[in-house]
């Protein structure tokens, strides 16, 4: 299983970037996802999250209303578009899979993770 998570990079506050999570290796329509974050000397912490037919989602509340993520089964794939970036925000940005297809809260409920993305916003 492999989870490649891509479009990070450094952005004003203010500014949007769209995150991908590219799966392979597993059934990735029957999989529930989510996104993570990790800011320098923080632990790891919920952002969004998806059941495997999109039909629940779920975001902090720190990213409500300002993030939205969605899945493409067709490209094995997510998205989070994140906009009105503030430099709060700025952190690795970490996709994740979760075997029971559930929109999940909590990190260890995960099976397989990427690698993470880098976005950094500047004030």
């Known amino acids: 299983v492999q989870l490649q998570a891509s479009g990070g990079g450094s952005v004003h506050a203010g500014g949007s970037l769209r995150l991908s999570c590219a799966a392979s290796g597993l059934d990735f329509s029957t999989y529930g996802m989510g996104w993570f974050r990790q800011a320098p000397g923080k632990e790891r912490e919920f952002v969004s999250s998806?059941?495997?037919?999109?039909?629940?989602?779920h975001y902090a509340d720190s990213v409500k209303g300002r993030f939205t993520l969605s899945r493409d089964d067709a490209r094995n794939t997510v998205y989070l578009q994140m906009n009105s970036l503030t430099p709060e925000d700025t952190a690795v940005y970490y996709c994740?899979?979760?075997?029971?297809?559930?929109?999940?809260?909590?990190?260890?409920?995960?099976?397989?993770w990427g690698q993470g993305t880098l976005v950094t916003v500047s004030s």
């Open positions: 994740a899979a979760d075997y029971f297809g559930r929109a999940y809260y909590s990190k260890g409920e995960y099976d397989y």
């Open positions: 998806i059941s495997w037919n999109g039909g629940t989602t």
